[in-house]
Structures are given as C-alpha cells and as structure tokens.
T-cell receptor, first 114, second 112 residues
Framework: DAGVTQSPTHLIKTRGQQVTLRCSPK?????VSWYQQALGQGPQFIFQ???????QRGNFPDRFSGHQFPNYSSELNVNALLLGDSALYLC?????????????FGQGTRLTVV | GENVEQHPSTLSVQEGDSAVIKCTYS??????FPWYKQELGKGPQLIID?????GEKKDQRIAVTLNKTAKHFSLHITETQPEDSAVYFC???????????FGKGNQVVVIP
C-alpha cells in the first residue's frame, strides 16, 4: 500500500499564475481533504471531496477550487496566486463512514509564490 | 467553528524522561481527537487517536487521555528517545465529519 501520494513535491510559481496540485488517496479510501499549512502553523482545512463533490469548505476564497475523479484521486487548483499562498499543501484521505474517521496525510506539496 | 489550542509550544526533555502535551478544544460536539507527529519535510503522521466514549488509550510508549467535561486531552510519551523529536499536533473533529481542526503544534526536543 503506497499510502497517500501527492505531486509535485515542490513548486515555484509567479504571483498571478495558476497552479494545480494532485493527490492519490490511500487504497480503499473514498474521501479526500485538502489542508494548507503555513510555516510554523497547524494545517488549515481548505475543502473536502466525496463522491466527486465538494462536501465541506473552510474559510478560503473562491480562488481555491478542486475536483475529485471517479478513482477518488483529487486535484487542488489555485488561481491568481498571491505571495501569501506560499505554504505546504497537504492532502488527507479517509473513509466516509460514521465511525471511521482516521485521516492519513501525504507528504505535501511545497508551493512557493514569488 | 472548532478552536483547538496546544500548550506548551516547545518542550525539551532528557532522553528517557516523559513528555506531556496538553490541548483544549471549544466545540462540545467534537468527539474524535487524533494526534499527529510531523518530522521536518514530511506530512503529518497519525500516531494515536481517541474517541469521546473512551477516557484513555495506550499504544506502547504513547498514551492519550481525554476529559470531556473540561474539554481537554493530552498526549503522554514515556521513555522518550531521540527519534521522538518532532512537531506534534493535536486535532479535533465531529464524528463522521472528517474535517480536522488542528492546534498550532508543539516542538518536542529530546536531548540525548
């Protein structure tokens, strides 16, 4: 089991550009959540996808959007990048069952906006 | 929304001693409390979790306690080893929600 995999591991973008990050969940998991982790802070919830729909959303602007594919993998898109978007972006996968809420994280994508 | 706070921010312990990290939460509907360990350049790794119907859970050198009345939970690491040095995050969520609210993290340094 490869666990949660994210790509790319590092990325440098220019302010105003757009970026797409990718995530493959742990085998058997059907739910993908995205988090933003600024340096020295805890992860902040961006949104969650289940059955190819956005189910929950945190306090992030519409510049942040996502998608989930039939194979449960997911993408995070950020438009009109700002310097403040520089962070580690984490993907977590879990199983959408009432009693099973363990979430497993990938290694993250380090995004630097210059 | 849920607000999770962690104390202390940095903790230094001698190898072999115990380390305790405490977290408080604000949402009385939260009923799932995981702990994550994050090493430099890596994603958070789930090390132990506890649900609100349990007061204590132990896994080898790691244990977690939960006080629902006071809305706080703690991570206990016994017989610390250098490889325990990392940032530890507590989190909370509602059952079936899978949306985690994290604390700011604790840097644990184990001194050989």
């Amino acid at each position: 089991d490869a666990g949660v995999t994210q790509s790319p591991t590092h990325l440098i973008k220019t302010r105003g550009q757009q970026v797409t990050l990718r995530c493959s969940p742990k085998s058997g998991h059907d739910t993908v959540s995205w988090y933003q982790q600024a340096l020295g802070q805890g992860p902040q919830f961006i949104f969650q996808y289940y059955e190819e729909e956005e189910r929950q959303r945190g306090n992030f602007p519409d510049r942040f959007s996502g998608h989930q594919f039939p194979n449960y993998s997911s993408e995070l898109n950020v438009n009109a990048l700002l310097l403040g978007d520089s962070a580690l972006y984490l993907c977590a996968s879990s199983l959408m069952m009432e009693m099973n809420t363990e979430a497993f994280f990938g290694q993250g994508t380090r995004l630097t906006v210059v | 929304g849920e607000n999770v706070e962690q104390h202390p921010s940095t903790l230094s312990v001698q190898e072999g001693d115990s380390a305790v990290i405490k977290c408080t939460y604000s949402d009385s509907a939260s009923n799932y409390f995981p702990w994550y360990k994050q090493e430099l350049g890596k994603g958070p790794q789930l090390i132990i979790d506890i649900r609100s119907n349990v007061g204590e859970k132990k896994d080898q050198r790691i244990a977690v306690t939960l006080n629902k009345t006071a809305k706080h939970f703690s991570l206990h690491i016994t017989e610390t080893q250098p490889e325990d040095s990392a940032v530890y995050f507590c989190a909370a969520s509602r059952q079936g929600n899978n949306r985690l609210a994290f604390g700011k993290g604790n840097q644990v340094v184990v001194i050989p």
